[in-house]
DNA sequence: CTGTTAGCGCCTTCAC
DNA sequence: GTGAAGGCGCTAACAG
């Protein structure tokens, strides 16, 4: 140990925990430390720390590589920074039994908390845990099976809000086009969004698949909605590929932060990944640092950009 | 411990390892554990460990929520899972100071190996890890100040090959869009190749801000070639905005994998980080498993994808 | 301010 | 096949 080529023992512990030590001997210590190319175990020195706490978290999602996810991975990661805390992260590839697996890996190698993207409906097993004293943060899907602190884009509320401003420009007939409300949370909020946009209206449209008979069809919407992002592109093409990019009105929702900027632009409903991370690693590390409140629920808002589709005036 | 609760003690070490114990004492220790809720402590296991693994490894580039990164860390996670070996990823942000302190961390963490895309020049300072047998894969740029693996996409041929394609279709007169050499490694590698393609051709053009004096001047190009997905975009609008987007042949390097579809669609030289990633993790796990020869180089080709704007013949 | 001692949770070696 | 003892690298509590 460096305590041979220093002259101390757990004064080397000190010296790298950077506690009250002679400057003499702190220079000696690091000196050791230098030439016996000595590395701190961290894992070793919270088996014995007093709060036990590994300075890891974990987060799991459905798959890692989805921008959406990188970018709230981005925002856990600023936030864990601070606290010199590193971040393990995984996909459970919308698969509950991974999900499970991954979830007990992490917890085997002492993660001080979670941040659930989830895939699985029960999440009852990691009660214990959480009893224990890990974290756990739940992600745009609400925790049925457990009760603990979440995380929420407001879903529902920026879709109703992109109809009302197409309906503030003017808009009846406004087609929904995106995933079925069972294609997850999200995605049935956001219908339901669509729907409390549309009270008052004759008719709800809601569209599925292909958008093409529906706008080359009797009576076409004057406006649409794109639920998704791939659909917006889809129903960009579309548009364009019918000469109906500048007559029908088009707004999307940006469930994948596009990186950079898209040729040509569609107004979007927008929403904030990298704050969300941020916001809930700031929900864990509050827990972390000793609060015992009641499960919160953070929501955070959408914001609409205006970039010219979603502004156009009806035409009959 | 649940040595109480069962009849043993070291047992419970050797039934939650798998080796071979009496079924009656297998099952008691595992209702043992199901009623503590005893969670296995990996860290403390790697103490004392023959092989000594943490069964984790570190991944670090300059901004994890680049989709570039994130498809390369999917990659990695990959071949990692069937090892039940775990991420760690992390931003550098671009400085080397905070880079080596991300790795830093990393390695107190017991990593068993890194991944990493490089910021600092000098990594000198993991020699001594590696010789201690610590893995190290450099990606997408050259380990100078230390001898290990490394891979590459091959930047240069691929924009060679995409040079190539537009001689092949005629053109002669092809721009150069991108960031200057200094750049970065990859775009001066980009660069280069684009010299080389133009090998035998009385001008290389090379632009770096603005595209349309060029194409709107007395001698335009007949063809561009975009090193870079941002600057893709630009070329796009711009050609687009002049009207001479059928008329101008273009292709892009696909530095960063956009997710979906574009509209609308342009020839690309794309390049797989989900292989990258692959790649750099399979190099790291056979040093893990004891491989020990010289420092290997692994190039991952490039894919030209044609999509109509690259196949455009010259206009005079 | 520093050294000593004990023990975190686990795996290994050795006896049985 | 199983139990007992020792120690991995570190920090806490105590004594000096």
Redesign the pocket.
Known sequence: ???MA????????????G????????ANVQRAVELLG???????????????LSATIGLIGEDISDPFFAAFHRGAEQVARERSVVTFAASSDGSPEYEREIIETMLGRRVDGLLLLPTGKDHSYLRRDVATGTGLVFVNRPPKTIDTDCVFTDHRGGARRAIEHLRAHGHERIAFVGPGADAGFGAAERLAGYREGMAGLEEDIVVNGDLEPLVTGPEPPTAVFSAQNLITVEVMRTLFRLGLDRIVAHVGFDDIPLRGPIAPPVTMVSHDAVALGRAAAELLFSRLDGFNGRAREVVRETTLIERGTGELQPVS
Chains 1, 2 share one sequence.
């Open positions: 140990m460096a305590a220093g002259v101390s023992l757990s004064t080397v512990s000190r010296v790298v925990n506690q009250g030590v002679d400057a003499d001997l702190t000595y590395r701190h175990n961290h894992a070793a020195g919270s088996l014995r720390r007093s709060n036990g």
